[in-house]
């Protein structure tokens, strides 16, 4: 009988930056993996300020060609806000075609009832605007986003000669006092790897740690970048060694953080590579 191979997330301390409610898969197949897991969220989301731009766009869906979803967030805000204004309007029954900036937003927004014609081949914005550059020629665009959203995506839609509805759908919002002691006292020990969601959680947490601390964490910790923009992140906040996930699925992010420690762990505890 073959002997069982363990994992190599097997006893390592991995740290996941975001909610619970956003994690339930991704903390079950950590923990089957025998990895210790943390959850420090490092964002939290709140409704925007004014709800007029939304419920404007919501109650004329009919006149958009196209809906983009840049995040499982962005789908969640348009929905809840769809039920709320259901509640007293007559929404239109017409749906625009749907497009996502990868598979686990695109499977969000089918749950929530939406059609999903295209999935990013490039999981980020820049890469969708790019894949779709001929097909939204001329076409309206409903794009509902963060208020700390990238400002390139519109910008590069524009181009492409669609009409751009850009509304701030959520707010992004940086961590309470009580969650940043909560942070920094579970970072006082070992972290073997840390998953970043957003370039807003890389950008928090070099804030709450400091800079001499961020950069002393570098030799003995796996930063892990979901998404090209979080990798993009972690590189400007001057991180050299970084496991990329292949996009935002929970497989995917499993996968790089697996296979970056199994190529590293024989030259170092903390499975980070040298050199």
């Known amino acids: 009988m073959p002997e069982t191979v363990s994992s190599p997330l097997a006893g390592k301390t991995v740290v996941v930056t975001r909610a619970a409610s956003q994690s339930g898969k991704l903390l079950e197949e950590l923990s089957a993996r025998q990895a210790k897991v943390k959850l420090l969220p490092l964002v939290s989301f709140a409704p925007p300020e004014d709800f007029a731009a939304v419920d404007d766009a919501l109650t004329r869906m009919d006149s958009f060609d196209w809906i983009i979803f ?48 295209y999935v990013a081949t490039n999981h980020s914005g820049a890469g969708l605007a790019a894949e779709l550059k001929e097909e939204l020629a ?113 497989a995917a992010v499993v996968e790089a953080l697996e296979g970056h420690l199994a190529r590293t762990r024989s030259r170092s505890p903390a499975g980070v590579e040298q050199g």
């Open 70 to 117: 840049t995040s499982a967030n962005a789908v969640q805000a348009v929905e809840r806000r769809r039920q709320e204004l259901a509640r007293d309007l007559a929404l239109p029954p017409a749906q625009p075609r749907a497009a996502a900036v990868g598979p686990a937003t695109a499977e969000e927004a089918e749950h929530a009832g939406f059609s999903v014609d």
């Open 138 to 250: 001329g076409q309206n665009v409903f794009l509902p986003r963060s208020d700390r959203a990238n400002p390139d995506l519109p910008a590069a839609l524009r181009r492409s000669g669609a009409v751009v509805t850009e509304v701030v759908a959520y707010r992004t919002l940086p961590p309470s006092e009580a969650d940043r002691e909560n942070v920094k006292e579970n970072l006082r020990e070992r972290a073997d790897a840390i998953l970043f969601f957003s370039p807003s959680a890389v950008h928090n947490l070099m804030e709450m740690l400091g800079r001499e601390r961020w950069e002393a964490m570098q030799g003995r910790t796996v930063m892990v970048a979901i998404g090209p923009t979080t990798a993009r992140a972690l590189s400007a906040a001057g991180v050299h060694r970084i496991a990329r996930a292949a996009d935002t699925t929970t």
